[in-house]
T-cell receptor, first 116, second 113 residues
Framework: EAEVAQSPRYKITEKSQAVAFWCDPI?????LYWYRQILGQGPELLVQ????????DSQLPKDRFSAERLKGVDSTLKIQPAELGDSAMYLC??????????????FGPGTRLTVL | AQSVTQLDSQVPVFEEAPVELRCNYS??????LFWYVQYPNQGLQLLLK??????LVKGINGFEAEFNKSQTSFHLRKPSVHISDTAEYFC???????????FGTGTRLLVSP
């Protein structure tokens, strides 16, 4: 069964360091999402790609976060510099392109980031 | 803008008992509604969704939910829970025509023997 892959699964870093997360969506899925899930809260959308283009990054802290999907397939989310408040689970999801309801978002296992 | 309220942060229940997890939403436009389940240290899995049509939606693992437009609710139910249902459950909405999901804060279902 096709799955969304994410790496690493766990990351511990010190504040002010740079971190990067990788996501490989299900083959053929044009839409890719990055969510941040703070402990005890629901996921919050950080950025959404349609192929290689960003369609929504309104909640992405652009002073320190960046995301790219250069070839419209896999994607990287970077934080530089990391802050204590960035400790969270970072989830990647993908879906076929189209209208929202008919396109289920499939989630990866997530990367749990701890900033010390 | 849309918002989702899950009033119960935790619901304890005994095995084989029925359970209802509550979800209320707020939106000025039509929305699609979803329930996701998250097991420890895993991603989210779709349980069921409401797009249109019948207000009673059946999902995986014996779960069902009922859309009530007048009360802006989408409560999740299961007639008999199992130990393996212990997990975090998230209600989410998406404005029709868009793909963005807005999640509630989640309800932790704790099933004990």
């Amino acid at each position: 069964e096709a799955e969304v892959a994410q790496s690493p699964r766990y990351k511990i870093t010190e504040k002010s360091q740079a971190v990067a997360f990788w996501c490989d969506p299900i083959s053929g899925h044009a839409t890719l999402y990055w969510y941040r899930q703070i402990l005890g809260q629901g996921p919050e959308l950080l950025v959404q790609f349609q192929d290689e283009s960003v369609v929504d990054d309104s909640q992405l802290p652009k002073d320190r976060f960046s995301a790219e999907r250069l070839k419209g397939v896999d994607s990287t989310l970077k934080i530089q510099p990391a802050e204590l408040g960035d400790s969270a689970m970072y989830l990647c999801a993908s879906s076929l392109s189209g209208t929202s309801g008919n396109n289920e978002q499939f989630f990866g296992p997530g990367t749990r980031l701890t900033v010390l | 803008a849309q918002s989702v309220t899950q009033l119960d942060s935790q619901v304890p229940v005994f095995e084989e008992a029925p359970v209802e997890l509550r979800c209320n939403y707020s939106s000025s436009v039509s929305v699609y509604l979803f329930w996701y389940v998250q097991y420890p240290n895993q991603g989210l899995q779709l349980l069921l969704k409401y797009l249109s049509g019948s207000t009673l939606v059946k999902g995986i693992n014996g779960f069902e939910a009922e859309f009530n437009k007048s009360q802006t609710s989408f409560h999740l139910r299961k007639p008999s829970v199992h130990i393996s249902d212990t997990a975090e459950y998230f209600c989410a909405v998406s404005p029709t025509g868009f793909q963005k999901l807005v999640f509630g804060t989640g309800t932790r279902l704790l099933v004990s023997p």
